[in-house]
């Protein structure tokens, strides 16, 4: 009985620690929303309080009615998520797919040379992309963003990880009854890659919607911004903007991750629960 009790207080502590992080956690995005309520003149009263007095939306309609074209941005910033999330998807899965599971000469090389690429930043990359885009028209263009982020080294060691983890004997039997292996990609291994793909794409949507440096680097038009972009015209020169105004501009940026997130966890645990023989 001592023992059992024992155990019972270390899970009881167990979970107070993780409800004090998640609280933790929590409080910046707390305080966010609280700022994006309040007039400017209360942003930095003391001593500071989570919540606002009044749930005052003019800091939002002061969003939407400034000189910044604050919706054509949002819209700008969801396509580019939205196409490079969907390009790393397709090119990355079928990358892999090849990488772990066929067979042909100079894959190993060809593998190693993609790994290595990974040792470079962006800014290593950016001149010669930014020297070629003037060539072909596509800087102050987000379809310019959207190739840059079409697949990733990242995702297909990734996804490449898991399929060599998943077991060959349904791909064996498959073979045996003369599937072929775009057959076997399709109805075998794609079906068991849901909480990698979950996991690529909560990566990749996050990483395009919050991507600033090649957006500052290639674009200038407002009108082909990004959010990120726009972050920095509300805040102003040196920072001298409403501070009330930037947060509820950051407020309406996050909603989209957020949902994101909400959404492939589920598809996650689902991924889990119902994808095929798992080893």
Known sequence: MEKKSSLVWIDRGIVAVLVLM??????????????????????????????????DLANYQAVLDSSVPFLRIY???????VLSTIGQLITCTLAAFAYARLRFPGRDGL????LFGLMFPAQVTILPIYLGY?????????????????????????????????????EEAALMDGAGYWKIFWRISLPQLKPALSALAI??????????????????????????????LLRGYLGQGNISIVMAAMSMAILPVVLLFLVAQKMVIQGVTFSGIRG
């Open 111 to 114: 593998f190693f040379v993609m």
């Open 22 to 55: 998640g609280i933790m956690m929590l409080l910046p995005f707390m305080w966010l929303f609280s700022m994006s309520f309040r007039p400017a003149a209360e942003a930095y009263r003391m001593p500071p309080s989570f919540l606002p007095p009044t749930l």
């Open 134 to 170: 003037a060539q072909v028209g596509l800087l102050n263009n987000p379809l310019g963003l959207v190739l840059m982020g079409l697949t990733s080294s990242f995702g297909i060691f990734m996804l490449r990880q898991f399929m060599r983890s998943q077991p060959k004997e349904l």
């Open 75 to 81: 819209w700008n910033s969801l396509v580019v998520a």
């Open 203 to 232: 990566i990749t949507f996050t990483g395009a919607w919050n991507a600033y440096f090649q957006p500052r680097a290639l674009i200038e038009s407002q009108d082909a911004m990004t959010l990120p972009l726009a972050m920095d």
